[in-house]
C-alpha cells in the first residue's frame, strides 16, 4: 500500500482515492518501488504507476494495465508464484485508477489568477515591472530531479496542483541568457551589459573571479570596477523574479527515454551492444499549447549616475524572452524541450483534456520538411542549444534547402565569426552531433579557420 498513518488512511482511502490535488498526489503519495504484500517484493511499475496518476489518460492506461495483469495471471503456462503476484499487482493498478482528479474549476481559478497577475502587477507596479505571456512550442519538464521519487519530479502549485515554473528557474535561465550576451558583446557594450546584469542580479566575491559567472563572461578586471562603482564586495540584486503561472488550462502528459546500453552506462560493459534489454524511465510532462505568465521587477534602484530604470526594465524584459524562447526552460533543452513562442495561443485547452487526454488544437504542420525545421528550431542561437537541429539539417537531400536552412537558422553575427576557436562552431564539430555538423560544413563548402 501507500505508505501513511492510520488516520489519514480512513480520511483518504489506502491508495490516496480522495486526493484531489496533483501536488499532493505526486508527492506526498507516491507509491513505493520496494514494497510488501504478504511476502514482500519489488514492484517495477511503481514510477511508471505514480506518473499516470497525474497525467492526462493515466485513469485509462491504468485501467488497460490492471486488464493486461489479470489475463496474464490465468495464462496457462504461468506458475502459480508469477500468477498469484500478478492477480495483486492488478489489484493495486485499479486501485491506482480510481484517482479522482474532477474539479477542473479548481483548475480555472489557477488560470484566472495567472491572467490577473499580469493585471495586477501592471496596476501596483507601474513603471517597475516587466511582464509577458508566452505559448510552449515544445513539452517541458520542470523539477524533473525535485520529487519524491527518483528522476520524475514536477513542479506543481501546492494550492491548486497545477504546473509552475518556480521563480529561481525564471532568474537562472535570464542570468543565464545575460552571461552569453555579455560574452559575446563588443568591448564598449560589454561593459554596458555587465554593468546591467550585475544591478539586476547581484553578486558575490565568487562570481568576479574568472571562474564566477561575471569574471567568466567579461573578464575579473571589468567585474571588480563596476563593483567598486557600486561600492559593494557583496550586492543584493534589484530584479525580483516571480513564478511563472499558467494562463490556459494545460495538460500534463507522460514521457520517457529509453536507455538502450544501460550495461554500457552504468560501467558493465566497456562497449556499447545492441543486446542489451532496454528499460524504459517515465516522467510527467507539461504539454506543448500551455501558456504561462512571466513577470519580473525592478524593487529597488542604486544610486548610479550611468544606469536609469528605464535602460534596465529594458534590458531586464529582453534578456527574459529571449531566454524562455532561446535558451529554453527546465531539463532537455538542447533536446527539444522547454522552448517558448511569445504571447498566448488564443485557443485555450479544453477544460476535460486535464481528464480524459483530449489533443489540444494546434496549427497545421508547415509543408515541406525544410519549413518544418525552421518552424521548429528557428529560436536555436547559442553553442548550448544549436545541437539538436543538426541530425535534422544534415538530413535534407537538397544542397539548396541546406543552404536555406543554413542561412535561416544560423545567426548572421556567428557566419561571421568562422573560426574554430569560437564556441558556437565547436559545437558543429565536437560533441554528439559533431559528426552531423562536419557534414553539413563540407556539403556547404564551409571552412572555419
Known sequence: MIPMSKD???????????VENRGLLHEKFALPKVWSFDEGGKLDE???????RIVARGKDILSEDSKRLFRESTGKNVSPENANRKEKEASVATSMAKIGLKDSEISKTCVEKGRRLLKDLAESFDGSVVAFEATLGSRMMINLA???VENVGIALDRCFGL?????????????????????EADEDEKIRLLRLAMILFGFGKNDLKPNGGFGWAAGENHSQNIARELKAEDFKGCACFLPAYPTTLPKLVVDMVNPHYSKYYSGKSTKAEDNDNPKPNYFPAVETGSSFAFAALVNRMPELPLANKAEILDQLKKWLERAVTHKGVGAKTAAGYGWFELGRRE??????????????EMPPAPASPLDQLVSRFKNLNTKDNFPAALPQMVALVSEADLRSAFDRLVPESE???????????????SGKAGPDGQKILTRLGIKLI
Open 415 to 429: 557566419r561571421r565569426k568562422l573560426r574554430k576557436n569560437n564556441p558556437y562552431w565547436q559545437s558543429f564539430t
Open 347 to 360: 485557443k485555450p485547452i479544453d477544460p476535460n483534456s486535464l481528464e480524459n487526454g483530449a489533443n489540444t
Open 46 to 52: 511503481a514510477a511508471r504507476w505514480n506518473v499516470l
Open 146 to 148: 525535485g520529487g519524491v
Open 8 to 18: 489519514v488512511e480512513n480520511l483518504i482511502g489506502p491508495w490516496a482515492e480522495g
Open 163 to 183: 504546473p509552475v515554473i518556480p521563480g529561481s528557474a525564471v532568474k537562472g535561465i535570464t542570468r543565464a541568457q545575460a552571461l552569453w550576451e555579455i560574452k
